[in-house]
């Protein structure tokens, strides 16, 4: 007898959450099958690539020179760190397969909007097994100069051991 109370009781509680289920779909228009999808805001969505730069340094560790090349975009709808454009990003890489060593860099970009005199620096701390790092500048609509400052040293138990410099410049506009 009870056995029979609880089966009606699972069947009427089917039921009145596929009609819960319908409302909301009736009501709001959502649902999860079939119709639609999520779509994340894609990293790049038609950045304009400005130049290729070329930032070389000396190798921390007994190695040959790192080649490292900058890439400069403008006209990131939605730039990686998030905040509103106009933004440049750059994107500097020794363009090489994933090493055995490791390395740590600290590097600043210094800013200059020529249109609006506005000034401004960031800074990004990383550690990788080959040269990468990425900054966005928002320097506000117009032509910008930038320089960009490169400390990069080996990790041998300790981080930025011998610390190697390098300084190169650019410029880009900002939309």
């Known amino acids: 007898m009870r056995e029979g109370v609880v089966g009606a009781s699972k069947v009427a509680m089917r039921r009145v959450a596929t009609l819960v289920g319908a409302a909301v779909v009736a009501v709001t228009g959502l649902t999860t099958v079939g119709v639609g999808?999520?779509?994340?805001?894609?990293?790049?969505s038609n950045p304009n690539f400005v130049t290729s730069l070329r930032c070389d340094s000396a190798n921390p560790w007994p190695l040959g020179p790192l080649r490292i090349h900058v890439d400069v975009f403008s006209g990131i709808r939605f730039?990686?760190?998030?905040?509103?454009p106009p933004a440049i990003e750059l994107i500097g890489t020794d363009r090489s397969k994933v090493g055995l060593v490791e390395y740590s860099m600290d590097v600043t970009v210094s800013w200059r909007?020529?249109?609006t005199g506005?000034?401004?620096v960031v800074s990004a701390p990383s550690r990788a097994r080959n040269i990468s790092w990425q900054i966005d500048i928002h320097p506000g609509a117009g032509p910008v100069s930038f320089v960009i400052?490169?400390?990069?040293?080996?990790i041998a138990f300790l981080p930025m051991v011998n610390p190697q410099f390098s300084t190169c410049r650019g410029t880009a506009t900002a939309f």
């Open 113 to 115: 909007n020529l249109a």
């Open 37 to 44: 999808g999520a779509q994340a805001i894609p990293e790049y």
């Open 118 to 120: 506005r000034t401004g």
């Open 149 to 154: 400052r490169q400390k990069i040293g080996a």
């Open 79 to 84: 730039p990686s760190d998030g905040l509103p």
